[in-house]
Structure formats: C-alpha cells, structure tokens
C-alpha cells in the first residue's frame, strides 16, 4: 500500500530535550516535506527536500533541522525544543513533476 | 507572496444538503490540489486538478485557472463530510501555499 508513515505519532516532551520525528514514503517520490499546523494559521511549511542531500528552508524553517540521506527518509530533528514548537506536523511525498502531495497521519507534538 | 482565500470559513449544514467551497488566489493557479482534513487530524487527498472538473462520487472540483479559483462542490452531504477542507497549490518554487480552510460541520 502507498503511504507516508511517520513516528511517533504522539510525543510530550520537556524544553531542550532534542528528538527526532521519522518520516518515510514508499512510493519512490523525490520530493519531501514537513508542514507545521497551528489553530488559526493553518499549514505552514518547515523544510522541504526535492531529492537525497538537497533540502531547503521553507516558511517557518526556526528551530528545525532536517536530513535526506535516503530518498524514501526525511527526519525531522528539534535540536532543543521549546513550547513554542508545539504543534501538530505533517510529513508529505509527491513526484517531482507530478505535484500530487501524499500527507502521512500527523505527530502530535507536545513540549512542556 | 502568493495569497489563498477559502470560502466561508465555516458551514454548517443538514444531513443531505448540498455544498460548494471556494478558493480564491491572488496570482495564476498551477497544481491546485483539495484535501480533507478529518476530525482525526488526517490530511486526505480529495482531488489534484490543476484545471478543468473532475468527480469522485458525491464529490466534485472544478478549477478555473485563468480566473485563478477552484471550486469543491459536496452533494448529498453526510455526517462523515464533517471536517476542514484546504486548497493548496505549488506555484513553481517547490513551496506549497496552503489556504486558510473551511470547516464544515454536517448534522445528522
């Protein structure tokens, strides 16, 4: 089945812990993405890679760090979370030129 | 940059009704996309069209790109409707725009 899985799905942490939230996809796609969704300023997008060890920032790139050392992997790392960071983060795969985004099921972030 | 407004900002309807959602962008539209945002948190493809109308089941999207909207038309709406619905598009710089979203309630 084509999916985007992610990992963990819920994560409560404490400020300056770093963590890592997994993405992967196995629909072969070259580009990645990781959007952040927040009450009243829907999704915004953090980095988003277009193929292995090319990444860029995207609207909201503070405090996170991405890499893509494989095509089907796109971690994102909180090196030193704060509150502010809580949210709710999406991964998300598409083709190149084929422009159709695939969403994985959303991390519930939750730093204390 | 790139504006997206969607219409209204929240619907409530009864169990049956019929609906149409609108997004409205403030440059060309390029690969619009419609998704569904379940009261899970899921984020569902609906439709990717980029132009012109398509359907799945009780739904359907049009998109006029050259008047720079799209349209999500629901019929026969049901409980399972329920949700926020988002446009968004990739204007050509890998940077997908999301709009601001519909929520929609169905009673039952």
């Known amino acids: 089945e084509a999916q985007v899985t992610q990992n963990p799905r819920y994560l409560i942490t404490v400020t300056g812990k770093k963590l890592t939230v997994t993405c992967s996809q196995n629909m072969n796609h070259e580009y990645m993405s990781w959007y952040r969704q927040d009450p009243g300023l829907g999704l915004r997008q953090i980095y988003y890679s277009m193929n292995v060890e090319v990444t860029d920032k995207g609207d909201v790139p503070e405090g996170y760090k991405v890499s893509r050392k494989e095509k089907r992997n796109f971690p994102l790392i909180l090196e030193s979370p704060s509150p502010n960071q809580t949210s709710l983060y999406f991964c998300a795969s598409s083709g190149l030129f084929t422009y159709e985004q695939y969403f994985g099921p959303g991390t519930r972030l939750t730093v204390t | 940059g790139i504006q997206v407004e969607q219409s209204p900002p929240d619907l409530i309807l009864q169990e049956g009704a019929n609906s149409t959602l609108r997004c409205n962008f403030s440059d060309s539209v390029n690969n619009l996309q419609w998704f569904h945002q379940n009261p899970w948190g899921q984020l569902i493809n609906l439709f990717y069209i980029p132009s012109g109308t398509k359907q799945n089941g009780r739904l359907s999207a049009t998109t006029v790109a050259t008047e720079r909207y799209s349209l999500l038309y629901i019929s026969s709406s049901q409980t399972t409707d329920s949700g926020v619905y988002f446009c968004?598009?990739?204007?050509?710089?890998?940077?997908?725009?999301f709009g601001t979203g519909t929520r929609l309630k169905v009673l039952a």
């Open positions: 968004a598009d990739l204007p050509g710089t890998y940077k997908y725009i």
